[in-house]
DNA sequence: TTGTATGCGTTATCAC
DNA sequence: GTGATAACGCATACAA
């Protein structure tokens, strides 16, 4: 009688009346192998249901096959669409995906990490932003020879190592159509200092602005650290000053909602009194009233992107994936010419 | 010179002394050991930084230590916030979170699982409604061998095995408060059939309107899937009823967002023409205007709780988790009299 | 092209 | 209490 345990590479060599080393061979699709030898394999491999296991290969490889993403708590719909991306590049591979949090601020994050790469032995990794910024984060995972990608606003690293968007154009396009829809008063929530996505975003809008040639005075920037309470802050800030601005521009949408609930609290109209202008394009901004107009950051592409870099071009011929992606204006109706 | 690869167990042996074995004891906190030895061996593997290596025990012990996930695709926002349930218990131990959505609709479904499970030999799983309702799944984890947590609406399972919340009565409360308030005319836009939270929270508000002595026409009932858009179109459905009804009272809160939608874009004053009231508590709900008033489902704690009963207890003494959590209503202000 | 011997780092068995 | 030795399931070096 048959064990009832599932059957491993001896039991596959036994029945197919070859060596264990053979199956492997298969396995890994080794190039030198007589193609009637591969066959009788497989036809084997398929009628024992044989699935190799990944603790014995992990072990013998020194290497997991699992794909980790490791952030530091940024936008939760962002890391949302981040694994989903991720997951569906792994779907129906041998890939797992392990998601790990950091404390960006802890003086040991960085160990914390070596530690968590070192025992784990992570096949690859997708670093997000913004701890994806820190270039000591990827040259340990190099040095701890684990594959990783880096997601961010701006091109940090080589492509191979890298997807990152165009914000900084996107935001001055962006911006310069609250200009041409005649603002001439915008205000700018940015992002925490220290973000690459920040400042990127912050040059754009100030791009938009030069070229318009229009004046952009310190007070009408207000600080934010990308949560809706923080967005809500700069709003009554911003809305308190005389003349009120006409625009605001959120570097992101969350905080972009912030502001909203302001002027609402305030019964302000959006956009007849005040325009809003947000970034990311998370589900929050289309359901939200009136709809956001906003900037699409491609982050589901990204990280598809990211993952097919990390585990792409396994099977020889390496894939070429993009590495910048476009992030375009979405129009709703958050935006209006300024009234009278 | 030492080499510059990890630590193994070997040579905590050999600096202490003792054989692998004992180590494994120390490690393992084997009862039967001397003190002295454990106390050298410890110092040993202090010096060293030794720390064992995964994937040699995943492969001794046949077994994992990683939590999974499970799920279906339900809100973005509850998968979040289960991960970061389940994270913060596992954060400090030797555990890691791996994400495994699945597509029940699919007939392989519980197949795929199932490989997932054989394959990955996971410590314990956490599975997500709806598909945590699937008895069969439940079973299925027991027969591999792998311990799991559900958790859903109702108690479908013995303590152990499950973390559940009383929607219904929690929904009673909440629609009873719409009454006491004054609305007759009250809405609903109910979650997917076959859902158990849709079936619960239902119940509940029948319940409410029952003890009330409010009769319940089908025509105030609406199909919903849990998404923003089929809010809004049950939220047009509801809102071309004549006479219009003055509350809806919506399953979760995204549907709630697509009802509100539909308010706005008609003009009717929230809460003045329309009172809505939601379920979940999701971020999106207090940052849309005007904040929602919800059901506050308790999934963080859900999900805490789910993650304890799985690693917890495994220093000897059994963790007596809770695992029925109570779902509160916030009063926000989408909720209000009806008018005149 | 295929097989043999050995290693990967841990736990389990069973002596002592 | 402790230690030698054999699993665990696969991959690699080297030989055939």
Not at 193 to 203: L, N, P, V, Y
């Amino acid at each position: 009688m048959k064990k009832s345990r599932q059957p491993t590479i001896n039991d596959v060599a036994r029945e197919a009346g070859v060596s264990k080393k053979t199956v492997s061979r298969v396995i890994n699709r080794s190039p030198l192998l007589n193609e009637e030898t591969r066959a009788k394999v497989e036809a084997v491999i398929a009628r024992l249901g044989y699935v190799p296991n990944p603790q014995a290969r992990a072990l013998a490889l020194r290497r997991n096959f699992l794909i980790g993403v490791v952030h530091d708590n940024p936008n939760a719909q962002t890391v949302l669409r981040v694994q989903r991306g991720i997951l569906e590049v792994l779907r129906g591979t041998e890939f797992e995906l392990v998601v790990r949090p950091v404390d960006r601020g802890s003086p040991t994050m960085l160990e914390d990490v070596r530690a968590f790469l070192e025992r784990q032995r992570l096949f690859g990794v997708v670093l997000l932003p913004p701890i994806s910024e820190n270039d000591a984060l990827a040259e340990l995972c190099d040095s701890i020879g684990c594959r990783y990608v880096r997601m961010g606003s701006a091109q940090l690293d080589d492509p191979d190592h890298m997807v990152a968007s165009n914000d900084r154009e996107a935001v001055k396009e962006a911006v310069t159509y609250l200009i041409e829809m005649g603002h001439r008063h915008i205000g700018l929530v940015q992002g925490p200092h220290g973000f690459r996505s920040a400042m990127e975003r912050r040059a754009g809008f100030e791009d938009a602005l030069e070229a318009a040639g229009i004046p952009h005075p310190k007070s009408l920037v207000a600080d934010g650290n990308y949560t809706f309470d923080s967005g809500f802050q700069a709003g009554v800030r911003l809305l308190d000053l005389l003349p009120r601005p006409t625009a605001i521009f959120c570097s992101n949408d969350e905080m972009a909602a912030g502001v909203l609930h302001v002027a609402r609290q305030r019964g302000l109209d959006v956009p007849g009194d005040l325009s809003i202008l947000g970034f990311d394009d998370t589900t929050l901004a289309a359901h939200i009233w009136p709809p956001l107009t906003t900037v699409r950051w491609p982050v589901s592409s990204m990280a598809r992107s990211a993952a097919l870099k990390l585990v792409g071009g396994l099977d020889g011929d390496a894939v070429e994936e993009p590495s910048m992606f476009l992030s375009t204006l979405i129009r709703r109706a958050s935006v209006a010419p300024p009234r009278g």
